[in-house]
C-alpha cells in the first residue's frame, strides 16, 4: 500500500481546497437557505434560558452559599475597598467634601517629582504637561477614575506577579504549570471572561479592576521570571560561594539584578490594565471609558474622540515614565549619573521635592480653585477659558460631519467594495449554507491545512458552537475575522519585506508600530465610526490596524532573521531583487508567516468581537446585550464561549497548518 | 616554594646556596599525609545524569570503569568527574590543568558543594564538608573557603567597595567595620582609589581584582580559582599572574588554581593536577610533568614547553663515572636547567650536583646542550 501511495502522487494541497471550495459553491446554491440555524437578536434558546436561571440562582444564593459568603464575596467587597479608598483619594467626593482629598494641582505635582525622581527631568515635563491637559480637556474626574482603576488593578498585579514570577523562576515545575495559564489570559478575547466575571462578582468596578488584573498580570510574572533567570548563573554562584543563604541571594543578588526588566514587566502591565479601561466600562467600571462607550453608543464622535484622546495621553505619560525609570535602573546610567548625582545633593533635591509636593498637597487639600479643575480663570477683569475639551468636541464633530459629507465619495465604494464583494459573499456562504455543509467544509479545510487532529479540534469546536445555538451568528463573526486576517497578512508581508530588507524603513515604520501597540483597543473605533459610519466594515478596518503591527513586526524580524550570506549568494546568481524576495527570504520565513497569520487571527478575532459595540453585530453584539439586558445574559454567556470556540479552533488550525509548513508556532511571547 | 617562578633571576648562578635551602623531595607524592593536608580529597565522584542512575555509577564497578563515552552511550549521565584522589598542603598552590571539557571547573564546584558531589569524601582543614549540613556550609564558604571566578561574578548595581565588602555583609559584619576591612584589601590587591566605582567602569583586570579582592575579604584559608585569567587579554594575564604570586607570597594562603593554560599551570603551581576526560592523568611538580610524563597525553601536552625553563638539573643529570673531572662548581638539584647554562659552559670540568653534601650525579656539556637544543 505504501509503495502505491508513492507511485500516484497525492493532489496537492491547494488542488484540494479548491475542490473543497468549488463542491462548497454548488451544493451552496442548489441547497441555500435550508438548515440554517439562525437566531433574531431578541430571541433564546434553552440553553440561554438555563444560563439566565442559573444567574438569577447565582444572585438568590450569594449571601448563603459558602463558597460565595468567605471567597468570592470577600474578594468582591475587598477589591471594592480598594478602589473606593483610591477614589476618595483622588476622583470623587470623599466623606462629608464635595472633593476628593488630593486634588488637581497635588495629583499634577506628585506626578511630576515622580516622574523626576525616577526618570528624568524630560518626562517629569512630559508628566506635568500631560496632567494638565488632561484637565483641561474637562476630563479630569473621569480621568482620575480611570488612573485610580489602572493604579489598583497594577499593584495588586505587581503584589500577585512578582512574588509568582520569583517561584516561576525558582522552580521548573511551577513554570510548566503556569505558562499555558498565562498564555491562555493572554489569548483570551478579554471580552469574553467580562460576563462569567459579573455571574461571580456582580456589576460593579471591582469586576472592572479583576478583569484588568486578569489581562495585564502576564507581562510582570513573565519579566519577573526572565529577569531571575537572566541573571548570570557565575554571579548567583560567586554569591553561594560566600555563604550567602537563599533570601540573601533573592534580595541582594538576583532582584537587584533583574529590577529593570521587573520594571518593563510592571510597564508593560500598566499598558495592559489602561488597554482595558474602557472594555471594563462595560461592566459598569467608571472612568474614561464610560465617556467613550456612552459616546459610541450615541454615535457622538466628538465626545468619543476626546475622550480618547485623554486614555492615550494618560498612557502616554505612565509609558513614558516607566521606560525612563527601567533605563535609569540600568546599572550603566547609574555608572554616568554617579558624578553629577553626588549623595548629598541627591538629599537636598529629594527634601526641596517632599516639600514642594507637601505644600501642593496642602493647597489642593483646602482650596477650591486647586481641588477642581477649574474650566476658567479669572484673573482681575478678564476671563480666561480652560475648557479646551469642548473645543476639541466640536472640531472634531465637525470633521466628521465635513469627512461624511465630503469624503463619502472616496469611503463609500472602499466601504461598499468591500462589503458587497468580499464580506457579503463570504457571509452568505457561511451562514446560508445548510449548517451540516459549513461544518463540513470548514473540518474538511482543516484537515488538508492541518492534518487528522486540527479538523478533530475544528470538529469538536464547531459542534459545540452549534449547541451555543448561535451558529449564525458565530458564522458572521468567523466571515468578518477572516477577511480582517486576509488584510492583514497582505499588509504584513508587505510591510514586513519592506522593512526586513530596508533599515531605514524601518526606523521609520517601527514608532508608529509602537504607537498603534500601545493605544487602547476602542480609542482606534472613534475615527472610523467617523468615517464610515457604525458598520461591520468600520469593525474589519479597526480589526486590521489592530493586528497589523504585530504581524508586521513578526515578519520583518524574520525576513531580517534570514542569514545576509544566503541573500547575497542568490544575488550574486543572478536574481532579481523580486525573485530574492519570493524565492529566498519569504520561503525562508516560512516560521514567520506562519506566525504572523496565528496572531493575525487571534488579534483580529478580539477586535472584531469589541467592534461588536459599533455596529459589528454577531457575537459583539450579543455579548454587549448580555450586560444590559438581564433576560439576555444567558445569550451573552452563550456568545463567549463561541467566540473562545471559534478562537481555540483558529489558533489550532493555523499553528498545525504552520507545523506541517515547517514551522513551530509558540504563543506570543512578551 | 616559588624558587622555581622567580625565573629571570640571573644572579641565581652565582648564588646555588640560596636554592640550595630548598628542601623538595626528589619524588613529589601524588599524596601527602591527610592529617596535615589543607584539603584531601578521595574517590570523588561528580555524574550528571537522573539521580537514580548518576548515584549508581561511583559503587557499580563496571560502569565506574567505563569512559565517558561509553557511559553516555550505556546510561545516558555525563561523568564530569571520575575517581579523583588528591591533597593539598598548606600554603601550596596546587593547579588543576584540563583541556575545556575536562571536568575541571565542575570539580572546583565540588570542593565547597557549589554542585553536589555525586560519591567520595573531600575534607577541608580537617572537616568533612561531605557530611556538612547547609548551615555548616555556610559557614565554611563565609568563613574559610573563598572563590574567584572565570567571569569574575560582581554585582553591576554595587560599587567596589560594596562588592568588596558583600561576603562581610553577608556574614552581618557592622557597616563600618565591613568598609575598613574592604578598604584595607583593596590596597592590597591594587585598586587604591577605585573604591567608588562600579564594575562596569573598570577593564578586565581590575574588575577581577575586584573579585580578588572579594574574595581575600573574609581571610579564608583556602582559595579556590576557577580559571581567573582566561577572560583576559594576555598582557594582562601576566601583570595578573605575579599578582597571585605576590599575594601568595604576602598572605600565604593555599590555593587550588583552575586552567587550561599549561604555561599558566607551570608559573603558579607547587605541583600540577592534569585532568582528562574527569580523570587524573598524573600528578606532580612541573619538572616532574616535563620530565617524565605520565603517557602520550601529556607528553602532547608539554611539547611545546621550553625546557630549559622548567626542568631542574636532577632531571638531566646522568651519573658521576671515574672519567669525570670532579673539581667542577657544585649546584643544587633543583637549580633550573637556564640557570645553570653558564656555569656549565663555562667550566671545561661537569657541574656536580650536590644536596646536604652528597653527591647525586653530574651535569656537562652534553646533558645541557641536549636541553637547550630542545631534543
Known amino acids: ?670 | 616554594m616559588t624558587a622555581h617562578v622567580d625565573q629571570g633571576d640571573p644572579t641565581a648562578v652565582s648564588k646555588p646556596d640560596v636554592s640550595a635551602e630548598n628542601t623538595r623531595p626528589t619524588v613529589s607524592p601524588g599524596r601527602r599525609d591527610p592529617d596535615v593536608a589543607d584539603i584531601s580529597v578521595r574517590g570523588l565522584w561528580k555524574v550528571f545524569g537522573t539521580a537514580r542512575t548518576a548515584t549508581r555509577v561511583p559503587t557499580t564497578p563496571e560502569l565506574a570503569a567505563m569512559s565517558r563515552s561509553e557511559l553516555r552511550d550505556r546510561t545516558g549521565c555525563l561523568a564530569a568527574v571520575c575517581d579523583l584522589d588528591f591533597d593539598v598542603a598548606p600554603g601550596e598552590v596546587f593547579v588543576v590543568m584540563g583541556l575545556s571539557g575536562s571536568g575541571k571547573s565542575t570539580l572546583v564546584r565540588c570542593l565547597t558543594r557549589l554542585i553536589e558531589p555525586t560519591a567520595g569524601t573531600i575534607t577541608i582543614q580537617g572537616e568533612d564538608i561531605t557530611r556538612m549540613g547547609d548551615r555548616a556550609l555556610r559557614e565554611l564558604r563565609r568563613n574559610k573557603v573563598s572563590m574567584v571566578f572565570q567571569h569574575f561574578g560582581l554585582l553591576p548595581h554595587r560599587r567596589v567597595i560594596e562588592n568588596v565588602a558583600f561576603g562581610l555583609e553577608i556574614r552581618g559584619m557592622s557597616r563600618a567595620e565591613r568598609m575598613r576591612r574592604a578598604t584595607e584589601v583593596i590596597e592590597l590587591v591594587g585598586l587604591d582609589g577605585y573604591q567608588q566605582s562600579y564594575p562596569e567602569q573598570l577593564s578586565g583586570g581590575m574588575q577581577q581584582r575586584v573579585g580578588l579582592a572579594r574574595a581575600l575579604a573574609g581571610d579564608p584559608g583556602v582559595m579556590l580559582f576557577d580559571e581567573p585569567f582566561s577572560a583576559l587579554d594576555p598582557l594582562i594575564r601576566r601583570d595578573m599572574q605575579q599578582e597571585v604570586i605576590r599575594l601568595h607570597r604576602e598572605v600565604g594562603k593555599t590555593m587550588v588554581f583552575i586552567t587550561h593554560d599549561l604555561s599558566e599551570a607551570l608559573k603558579l603551581g607547587d605541583r600540577i593536577l592534569i585532568m582528562r576526560d574527569g580523570r587524573t592523568v598524573q600528578v606532580g611538580t612541573g619538572p616532574e610533568l616535563v620530565g617524565a610524563p605520565a603517557d602520550d597525553y601529556v607528553r602532547d601536552f608539554v611539547r611545546e614547553v621550553p625546557r630549559s625553563q622548567v626542568l631542574t638539573l636532577e632531571w638531566i643529570m646522568r651519573e658521576a663515572v671515574p672519567a669525570d673531572d670532579m673539581s667542577g662548581r657544585e649546584l643544587a638539584p633543583d637549580v633550573v636547567v637556564r640557570d645553570a647554562v653558564r656555569a656549565v659552559l663555562e667550566s671545561t670540568a661537569p657541574v656536580k650536583v650536590v644536596r646536604d653534601g652528597r653527591l647525586l650525579g653530574v651535569v656537562g656539556d652534553p646533558e645541557i646542550l641536549r636541553v637547550v637544543a630542545g631534543s
Not at chain 1, 69 to 75: D, K, S
Not at chain 1, 493 to 503: D, E, I, S
Open chain 1, 1 to 670: 500500500m505504501a509503495r502505491a501511495a508513492r507511485v500516484y502522487r497525492r493532489p496537492g494541497r491547494l488542488t484540494l481546497l479548491l475542490g473543497i471550495l468549488v463542491g462548497w459553491l454548488v451544493l451552496y446554491a442548489v441547497l441555500k437557505g435550508t438548515d440554517t440555524i439562525s437566531l433574531a437578536p431578541s430571541d433564546v434558546t434553552s440553553l440561554h434560558t438555563r444560563l439566565n436561571d442559573l444567574n438569577t440562582s447565582v444572585g438568590d444564593n450569594r449571601n448563603s452559599n459558602p463558597f460565595f459568603l468567605y471567597f468570592i464575596n470577600e474578594i468582591q467587597v475587598g477589591a471594592t475597598h480598594f478602589i473606593t479608598f483610591l477614589q476618595n483619594l483622588l476622583s470623587q467626593p470623599s466623606g462629608t467634601r464635595p472633593v476628593p482629598v488630593v486634588g488637581w494641582l497635588g495629583v499634577v505635582v506628585i506626578m511630576t517629582v515622580i516622574a523626576g525622581r525616577f526618570g528624568n527631568w524630560r518626562v517629569a515635563v512630559l508628566a506635568a504637561a500631560g496632567f494638565l491637559f488632561l484637565g483641561l480637556q474637562g476630563l479630569w474626574q473621569p480621568s482620575m477614575d480611570t488612573l485610580a482603576l489602572t493604579i489598583a488593578a497594577v499593584v495588586i498585579c505587581v503584589l500577585i506577579g512578582i512574588p509568582l514570577g520569583v517561584l516561576v523562576a525558582q522552580y521548573r515545575g511551577f513554570e510548566r504549570v503556569i505558562t499555558p495559564v498565562l498564555d491562555l489570559m493572554q489569548t483570551m478575547p478579554t471580552f469574553v471572561y467580562l460576563l462569567p466575571l459579573t455571574l461571580l462578582f456582580l456589576i460593579g468596578p471591582a469586576t472592572g479592576v479583576i478583569a484588568m488584573v486578569i489581562y495585564a498580570m502576564p507581562p510582570v510574572i513573565r519579566l519577573t521570571a526572565h529577569g531571575l533567570q537572566a541573571v548570570s548563573t557565575e554571579t548567583v554562584e560567586a554569591g553561594r560561594s560566600l555563604g550567602s543563604t537563599r533570601p540573601q541571594q533573592l534580595a541582594k543578588i538576583m532582584l537587584p539584578m533583574a529590577r529593570r526588566t521587573i520594571i518593563i514587566g510592571v510597564n508593560q502591565t500598566i499598558m495592559a490594565a489602561l488597554s482595558m479601561v474602557t472594555i471594563a466600562a462595560l461592566v459598569a467600571a467608571p472612568g474614561l471609558g464610560q465617556t467613550v462607550l456612552q459616546a459610541l453608543e450615541s454615535q457622538d464622535v466628538g465626545t468619543a474622540f476626546n475622550a480618547g484622546l485623554a486614555i492615550v495621553v494618560l498612557a502616554v505619560v505612565l509609558d513614558r515614565v516607566t521606560t525612563a525609570a527601567s533605563e535609569r535602573a540600568r546599572a550603566t546610567d547609574h555608572a554616568r549619573t554617579r558624578l553629577r548625582a553626588d549623595p548629598r545633593w541627591r538629599r537636598g533635591a529629594d527634601l526641596v521635592a517632599l516639600i514642594v509636593t507637601a505644600v501642593a498637597v496642602y493647597l489642593s487639600y483646602t482650596y477650591q480653585l486647586f481641588a477642581a479643575f477649574p474650566d476658567h480663570l479669572a484673573i482681575g477683569g478678564t476671563r480666561l477659558g480652560l475648557d479646551l475639551g469642548t473645543h476639541i468636541e466640536s472640531w472634531t464633530s465637525s470633521a466628521t460631519s465635513w469627512a461624511q459629507r465630503d469624503l463619502g465619495s472616496i469611503t463609500g465604494p472602499i466601504k461598499n467594495g468591500v462589503t458587497y464583494h468580499a464580506l457579503n459573499p463570504l457571509q452568505n456562504l457561511l451562514d446560508s449554507s445548510p449548517w451540516w455543509l459549513t461544518f463540513i467544509a470548514i473540518v474538511a479545510t482543516a484537515f488538508v491545512l492541518g492534518g487528522r487532529w486540527a479538523a478533530l479540534i475544528a470538529a469538536t469546536c464547531l459542534g459545540l458552537v452549534v449547541g451555543t445555538g448561535l451558529w449564525q451568528d458565530s458564522m458572521d463573526t468567523l466571515a468578518a475575522t477572516l477577511i480582517a486576517t486576509v488584510v492583514v497578512v497582505v499588509l504584513g508581508v508587505m510591510f514586513g519585506v519592506w522593512m526586513g530588507r530596508n533599515a531605514r524603513a524601518d526606523w521609520g515604520i517601527r514608532p508608529f508600530l509602537d504607537a498603534l501597540q500601545v493605544m487602547p483597543a476602542f480609542v482606534y473605533l472613534v475615527p472610523f465610526v467617523a468615517l464610515f459610519g457604525a458598520t461591520r466594515f468600520t469593525g474589519i478596518v479597526a480589526a486590521v490596524l489592530y493586528a497589523a503591527p504585530v504581524a508586521i513586526k513578526i515578519v520583518a524580524d524574520g525576513i531580517r532573521g534570514v542569514p545576509a550570506e544566503t541573500v547575497e549568494a542568490a544575488g550574486s546568481s543572478g536574481c532579481s531583487t523580486w525573485q530574492v524576495i519570493t524565492k529566498v527570504q519569504l520561503p525562508m520565513s516560512v516560521r514567520s508567516l506562519a506566525l504572523a497569520t496565528n496572531q493575525g487571527l487571534i488579534y483580529v478575532l478580539a477586535m472584531v468581537v469589541v467592534a461588536g459595540l459599533v455596529g459589528g453585530g454577531a457575537l459583539g453584539f450579543d455579548v454587549v446585550a448580555g450586560f444590559s439586558q438581564s433576560s439576555l445574559f444567558g445569550k451573552g454567556l452563550a456568545a463567549g464561549a463561541a467566540i473562545v470556540l471559534l478562537g481555540i479552533a483558529l489558533d489550532r488550525v493555523t499553528q498545525s497548518a504552520a507545523r506541517r509548513a515547517g514551522g513551530h508556532v509558540s504563543h506570543r511571547a512578551t
